[in-house]
């Protein structure tokens, strides 16, 4: 099977060039995983898919026309990912948002299985990024369609034997991974990088934040410093895709044996 893109719920529908997600990144995308043909935690997904909307004063589809373009590719969703996307719509020339502006809805399903499946399940091999991610708390935690800095910093290596980067900010703190979120496990406390300047927040992240604290495990956003991630009992990346997968080195670094990971993949999971 081939990639199927549904724009405004018609396949093979043209993106108009002067659409602002295409000259501006004016947009928010989430990537889903497909599991027995259903989206995995569907309706967290559009809650934040709209709710980084709203930051970006972009009217967010009602949930049924998601739902009706998925209704469009049934029988075609056995497996792979699902990539939903919102820009702000077409407009003129110029960095101003248009005054009545039509959002952009796009649906993508790619049937390839993620490259995360082949992944080594007792642990990930990381690296420290040299890109050094920018501040800007206005648009901290939403998972935006300017992804420069992730592109720059995931073409810093072509090997196989790493599969994921720490991105750090200018001051040394670690924000994420090029394509996940950080958990550091440390004196008892799950301890998560801070998004109040920079880095994506996603519902991988925030399922697990609240499904630890209400299992009763002591939970902590942040500021991390690389030396206390060195320090850690155990580190842990996260994403949709990937759900939560302990790091069993980050350099020099090793971490042989799982602490905690396998009960919190558990209440992720769950």
């Known amino acids: 099977m081939s990639v199927v893109c549904l724009v405004n719920g018609i396949a093979g529908a043209a993106l108009d060039p002067l659409d ?3 000259q501006y990144g004016d947009g928010v995308f989430r990537t889903l995983r497909l599991e027995n043909g259903k989206p995995r935690w569907w ?3 559009l809650a934040k898919l709209a709710a980084d909307a709203a930051r970006l004063a972009i009217a967010c589809p009602e949930a049924s026309l998601w739902q009706s373009d998925l209704a469009n590719l049934a029988g075609r969703l056995s497996g792979g990912v699902i990539k ?3 820009t702000r719509g077409s407009g003129a020339r ?4 248009p005054d009545a502006a039509t959002a952009t809805r796009i649906l993508i399903h790619d049937p390839t299985p993620p490259v995360s499946d082949t992944w080594p399940a007792e642990g990930l091999n990381a690296r420290i990024c040299d890109l050094r991610m920018s501040v800007q708390p206005h648009l901290a935690g939403i998972k935006h369609l300017n992804r420069l800095e992730n592109v ?5 290596w072509n090997t196989p034997e790493i599969h994921e980067g720490l991105l750090l900010d200018a001051e040394g703190h670690v924000v994420s991974g090029v394509m996940s979120n950080l958990f550091v496990w440390r004196d008892g406390r799950l301890l998560t990088p801070s998004l109040e300047q920079c880095g ?19 939970v902590q956003e942040t500021r991390i410093g ?3 991630v060195l320090a850690a009992e155990e580190i842990m990346l996260s994403n949709s895709l990937i759900g939560l997968r302990r790091v069993s080195r980050l350099g020099e670094r090793a971490w042989p044996k799982p602490v905690i990971s396998p009960q919190l993949a558990s209440l992720l999971d769950a």
């Open 94 to 97: 110029g960095y101003r948002p």
């Open 226 to 228: 690389l030396d206390e």
């Open 20 to 22: 602002r997600g295409l």
């Open 43 to 45: 309706e967290e997904q």
């Open 152 to 156: 720059l910093a995931r073409a810093e």
């Open 84 to 86: 939903l996307l919102l």
């Open 200 to 218: 994506v927040a996603g519902v991988a992240r925030a399922r697990l934040l609240r499904r630890a604290t209400a299992a009763g495990i002591a």
